[in-house]
């Protein structure tokens, strides 16, 4: 059974839940995998936590990550 495909207003959602730390420590980290394991930017980390996204609200930061593209030489 392949697993379930996660919709952007679900990362949005995951995403309010790890910036607002709504959660134990475990249950963040679970959201941040699972972020992570659904969105192909393998910088979208980053958008979570480094001072230079701060300014990004979760719509934003869920786009970002959902737009990467591969570079391929």
Do not use: C
Request: net charge negative; no cysteine.
């Amino acid at each position: 059974m392949e697993p379930k495909q996660i919709q952007r207003d679900e990362l949005i959602e995951m995403v309010e839940k790890i910036q607002s730390f709504a959660g134990s420590e475990e249950e963040i980290d679970i959201l941040i995998d699972m972020f992570l394991q659904n969105v192909p930017d393998p910088g979208a980390l980053d958008y979570l936590h480094a001072k230079k996204y701060e300014s990004l609200t979760p719509d934003q930061i869920v786009d970002k990550a959902l737009s990467y593209k591969p570079f391929y030489l």
